[in-house]
């Protein structure tokens, strides 16, 4: 275990392990990652445990937060029980005081710290709704891991929801108490946010004279429900000159890209793929559009509120409506209904909004956060 003093500096206040599968692109990896920094600046020794050292965020991660790498592949039931060994050997070598995990890493960490028999606090975070999701897998995997969550989650000494939303479809789903869940927003509002808006933007379709861009950003999947929005892209362009265009990667590209070419909208619909900083497009954006049929607590809706661009959002379970305060600070619109969605992005585009005030993305701000954190994660030390 490595000192709890470095050289020159104030004691270590205490030691956090942060266990996630990899670090892929996704709102949820952002966010932890956001945590284990604001957590290692306010003096706590933090360990990022990664199953796999892959993904769009595997380099960015500061020096200050030491990555712990697993080398085994991505924590689905049926394989995650290959880094049962190593994070046992890393808890029982490192001593932790708290483990904080989240998405498919939650179970298996679970199992490693009972094995361990360390007297270790396990938290975990859950970002998405759960009842949806589950029904969107495979039985073969559905059945299983309904089973671990529900046997499995009432002996975390935590669990963090993203939304108040995903605390009740939670405790419902899970037969869990609602004292066993806290509700923390996420750490969306970083002190380096403003600065990456704020850097130049050299894309064609930015420049000045051209048509409004109508932004999402998301991975290519079904939950995303990126087909519906090109249905209600159609229908608004035929009412104006508009483009759309989409950030992120997965499995749906191909069908995408089809769907885009049998609608003849190849030239005002592009899909670039990830983008490393996509804070300048949020905000050049006209309008940013989520057209998901489900989320936990959507990060980019938080993103769009503080880069000041408008919003289109389904009222898809759960998240948006907390976000924008049931329709205060956004548009909402029915899951799946394509053409109230373009009514809405027609009211946008033709009578533009004024940005919403702090007060819309302030409960999202890491420091804010970080206090319900700290209060939590050490509450008996």
Known sequence: MRSTEREGEKPIKHHVAIFLPTLVGGGAERVMMNLAVGLEKRGHQVDFILAQREGAFSDDLPASVHQVELNQRHLRFGRS??????????????????LLTGLHANIIALWAKK????PIRFVITEHNNLSIAQKTKALWYRLPSSFFIKSNYPDADSIIAVSNGVAQDLCNYA??????????YNS???????????ESLDHPWFQKDQPPVILAIGGLTQQKDFAMLLNAFELVREQMPVRLMILGEGPERQTLLSRIK?????????LPGFIHNPYPIIKKASVFALSSRWE????VLVEALYCGTPIVSTDCPSGPKE???NGKFGELVPVGN??????????????????????SWKIFETEFVLDQYEQLLFAEH
Not at 81 to 98: D, F, G, M, N, Q
Not at 188 to 198: G, Q, R, V, Y
């Open 81 to 98: 029980v290959l880094s049962l060994p190593a994070l046992v050997k890393y808890l029982r070598k490192e001593k932790p005081e708290v």
């Open 188 to 198: 969306i509002i970083t002190s380096d946010l403003k600065l990456k808006s704020n």
């Open 262 to 270: 049998d609608l003849n909208l190849q030239d005002e619909v592009i």
């Open 115 to 118: 094995i361990s028999k360390m």
């Open 338 to 359: 394509h053409i109230a969605f373009a009514d809405a992005l027609l009211k946008i585009l033709k009578n533009p909004p004024l940005n919403a005030s702090s007060d």
């Open 296 to 299: 936990g607590l959507p990060t």
């Open 323 to 325: 976000i924008l305060q």
């Open 175 to 184: 037969n869990l108490p609602n004292e066993k869940i806290k509700v923390i």
